[in-house]
């Protein structure tokens, strides 16, 4: 890995790099907000906790407050903590990270190694920052650490090459999660499918050894029931539950008897976690399904599958005992769906203009963004219908709107190829 790190000019206003760096390490330009430190928010779940927002948008959407460019080409999504905005782009078949305080000036950029320049070539990983470190996942298969306040190497690790895993046809697209003091990361190889670093030395904590089922774009989420805490993700063929502490397989539910079409093995969504149920889908047509935990571990049952939802990898939010999310109907369309938390009864199924794409909420309302058009929707959190309030277009970058949006401190955050956009939604 690259060593040095470099700062980036951009067109306008810059702060001074000092005063920049104090505002990254916990000035006052994150306190009001919360942040967005890892890939869906805080709890992995679409979910902000940020009141006082915008419930009606101007004409042609929120206020823009800056645009960064030149980030090269990536799936990613922005991540914000104490101050500072965190994003992945490929360029020259090379990832970079790169880091902005939240008025737009550029701090620094590293380099983080060879990226994925077959089949949609561009990065994916959304950074995760804890504690002053942001984590990594090329889609080669390197796990790399960075200080957040100036980008220095810490460590890495090829955890592919070790553990002998296998390269999807996209690539590895895992945004890693931390758990404690561990990283977990799913390399998918025949020695082990999911791994645990741990997040100050980059050292192998654990491997699930039990599993040595390929990676399908999965992230995974920490479960905690009954005294029980569980690394919950989808591999290949199946969506597992794996103890937290010294990962051990706990169970394992194989997608064979509902998945319909086992030639498109894509399984990229975050598990959604309510009260004892563990809810995944799919899209491609192969659905989703809900899972009940029990006491005892390594018990589970599924209660009941769905084909509606059938979300293809913008995510879903659970709000009220309801799960929001679109459907895949096929590679380009969709609709948007609510299903009951309970049975998996179809509460609404709606076209939003043939497009499916991702969501999130905060405040009330949820922030879709079509993946075909670059439309962006503040819609009404209800169960009576997808009900878009205000919309507008994203006319910068090019190719798919596949990077779900980001919320913090009052700004959304939107990236669409090399572009990334902060609106301001502060309400008045």
């Known amino acids: 890995m690259a060593g040095a790190t470099d700062r980036f000019s951009r067109p306008g206003r810059r702060l001074g790099f000092g005063l920049a760096l104090w505002l990254c390490l916990g000035g006052p330009a994150g306190l009001g907000g919360a942040d967005w430190p890892q890939f869906r928010g805080p709890n992995r779940d679409g979910r902000s906790p940020e009141t006082g927002l915008l419930g009606l948008w101007p004409e042609n959407g929120p206020p823009l407050l800056w645009t960064a460019q030149d980030i090269g080409e990536g799936w990613s999504s922005a991540a914000i903590a104490a101050g500072c905005v965190y994003i992945t782009g490929q360029i020259d078949g090379n990832g970079y990270l790169f880091c902005f305080d939240t008025a737009g000036a550029p701090l620094w950029k590293v380099?983080?190694?060879?990226?994925?320049?077959?089949?949609?070539?561009?990065?994916?990983?959304?950074?995760?920052?804890?504690?002053?470190?942001?984590?990594?996942?090329?889609?080669?298969?390197?796990?790399?650490?960075?200080?957040?306040?100036?980008?220095?190497?810490?460590?890495?690790?090829?955890?592919?090459?070790?553990?002998?895993?296998?390269?999807?046809?996209?690539?590895?697209?895992?945004?890693?999660?931390?758990?404690?003091?561990n990283v977990i990361c799913t390399p998918g190889?025949?020695?082990?499918?999911?791994?645990?670093?741990?997040?100050?030395?980059?050292?192998?904590?654990?491997?699930?050894?039990?599993?040595?089922?390929?990676?399908?774009?999965?992230?995974?989420?920490?479960?905690?029931?009954?005294?029980?805490?569980?690394?919950?993700?989808?591999?290949?063929?199946?969506?597992?539950?794996?103890?937290?502490?010294?990962?051990?397989?706990?169970?394992?539910?194989?997608?064979?008897?509902?998945?319909?079409?086992?030639?498109?093995?894509?399984?990229?969504?975050?598990?959604?976690?309510?009260?004892?149920?563990?809810?995944?889908?799919?899209?491609?047509?192969?659905?989703?399904a809900m899972i009940r935990l029990f006491a005892d571990p390594r018990k589970v049952q599924r209660l009941w599958t769905d084909k509606t939802l059938d979300t293809h990898h913008g995510g879903q939010v659970l709000l009220d005992g309801h799960i929001y999310g679109s459907s895949w109907t096929q590679n380009t369309r969709g609709d948007w769906v609510?299903?009951?938390?309970?049975?998996?009864?179809?509460?609404?199924?709606?076209?939003?203009?043939?497009?499916?794409?991702?969501?999130?909420?905060?405040?009330?309302?949820?922030?879709?963004?079509?993946?075909?058009?670059?439309?962006?929707?503040?819609?009404?959190?209800?169960?009576?219908?997808?009900?878009?309030?205000?919309?507008?277009?994203?006319?910068?970058?090019?190719?798919?709107y596949w990077a779900h949006p980001s919320i913090a401190d009052g700004r959304l955050y939107l990236r669409h190829g090399a572009f990334l956009m902060a609106y301001d939604i502060r309400g008045q």
């Open 189 to 288: 190889g025949t020695k082990a499918s999911v791994v645990a670093l741990d997040r100050t030395t980059g050292a192998v904590r654990w491997a699930c050894t039990e599993l040595t089922e390929p990676s399908a774009y999965g992230n995974p989420q920490i479960v905690e029931y009954r005294g029980n805490r569980l690394i919950v993700t989808m591999l290949r063929d199946s969506v597992v539950g794996i103890d937290a502490a010294g990962g051990a397989l706990l169970w394992r539910q194989s997608f064979d008897d509902y998945h319909t079409d086992r030639q498109r093995l894509v399984n990229p969504n975050v598990p959604l976690y309510h009260d004892g149920g563990v809810y995944t889908t799919s899209g491609y047509n192969n659905g989703g």
């Open 111 to 181: 380099p983080y190694g060879r990226e994925w320049t077959r089949s949609y070539p561009a990065s994916r990983t959304t950074p995760t920052i804890r504690d002053g470190r942001i984590y990594v996942f090329s889609g080669l298969g390197v796990v790399s650490c960075f200080a957040a306040r100036d980008g220095q190497p810490l460590w890495s690790r090829d955890v592919v090459a070790e553990f002998e895993g296998q390269y999807p046809q996209w690539g590895l697209s895992e945004c890693l999660l931390i758990d404690g003091e």
């Open 338 to 400: 609510c299903l009951d938390w309970d049975t998996g009864r179809v509460v609404y199924e709606d076209s939003w203009q043939s497009n499916k794409g991702s969501i999130i909420y905060a405040d009330g309302r949820f922030y879709c963004v079509d993946e075909n058009q670059g439309n962006v929707a503040l819609v009404a959190a209800t169960t009576e219908g997808f009900r878009p309030i205000s919309a507008f277009r994203v006319t910068r970058g090019k190719g798919k």
